[in-house]
């Protein structure tokens, strides 16, 4: 029997995948990926969680199994969680969230606050406070990087070469994880190359202007259930683009954090923003001391009663 089925439901007018883990019975639980990721990514995750939830992972819109756009902006991700949550008929479900990932659980449990029983914010607490006259630049690049995606990116010419890729940007990477998402995050090309399995013109969202901290900070305090933040303690490199940098200084992640009412903050050592694949034992002990703490302790009190 395969770990997991194939599932998808409509989104809008797109068919949007998502990987079910089995345990219908089990509470439900969703992890949502970060931008240019997938579902995949998260297995080992699933695995961990498998034995008291029934896991669902998701595939948002233009990226893994799910179907294709021409233009993209953040809410669009959103409104994907919001029709998986209706379409499956998930009653009370844990989020779990990274990078981009986690930003789409807090910004849909802000606006759904009944929602979910509980949420885990993994690197996605928003970018350091951006520099104004760099996100004008950027913006100004994103025209070019939309030529660059209508005019087709030159595909991978193997495995090997994904492999390599993948190495590069993140070091940490332990190499039969590495090999395994080459594998698992390509598909091949007509002509036989391949390529990521996300659409290049998410591009577009690079001219949609900068991350808007205050607005995100009025959904994070509407957040009712109670919440896990997790962070990578070099981070910062992937943040800040250098080696040794600070993702968020002091004043700046105590003022994100104070806007949740019920939460806990974990900083895991040597982890940068790809948690999961870092660290992902200490990930996973963290989670599951989250999720499972208040059924264990009631279990104890029963048992000693």
């Avoid at 599932?7 to 439900?28: C, K, N, Y």
């Avoid at 959904?219 to 303690?233: D, E, F, K, M, S």
Wanted: with cysteine.
């Amino acid at each position: 029997m395969p770990e997991y089925s194939e599932r998808f439901f409509r989104s809008g007018t797109l068919r949007i995948h998502v990987r079910d883990w089995g345990r219908p019975d089990a509470p439900p639980l969703v992890i949502v990926h970060g931008l240019r990721d997938h579902s995949h990514s998260f297995d080992d995750l699933a695995r961990s969680l498998v034995d008291r939830f029934h896991v669902l992972a998701l595939d948002l819109r233009g990226h893994g199994d799910s179907e294709t756009t021409p233009y993209y902006a953040f809410g669009h991700f959103v409104l994907d969680l919001h029709n998986m949550v209706r379409a499956l008929r998930l009653q009370k479900p844990v989020l779990i969230g990274h990078s981009m990932g986690g930003e789409v659980v807090a910004t849909y449990s802000g606006c759904f606050p009944d929602v979910p029983d509980k949420i885990v914010i993994i690197e996605g607490l928003g970018p350091p406070p951006p520099d104004m006259d760099q996100a004008v630049l950027r913006t100004v690049e994103g025209f070019a990087r939309i030529d660059r995606a209508f005019a087709g990116h030159p595909g991978l010419p193997d495995l090997e070469a994904a492999y390599r890729r993948l190495r590069e940007r993140n070091p940490r990477l332990p190499e039969a994880k590495a090999r395994e998402l080459a594998l698992l995050g390509t598909r091949a090309r007509e002509d036989g190359t391949l390529e990521w399995k996300f659409d290049a013109m998410l591009a577009t969202m690079a001219i949609t202007g900068p991350y808007h901290l205050e607005y995100n900070m009025a959904l994070w305090r509407r957040i009712a259930a109670p919440t896990l933040i997790v962070h990578g303690q070099e981070s910062g490199e992937f943040w800040r683009g250098k080696p040794g940098a600070v993702y968020l200084e002091p004043w700046d992640l105590q003022r994100r954090l104070a806007c949740f009412r019920n939460y806990r903050f974990v900083e895991i050592p040597g982890a940068g923003h790809m948690v999961h694949f870092d660290r992902p034992r200490e990930l996973v002990l963290a989670i599951r001391e989250f999720l499972l703490a208040e059924e264990e302790q009631q279990g104890e009190r029963r048992a000693t009663a």
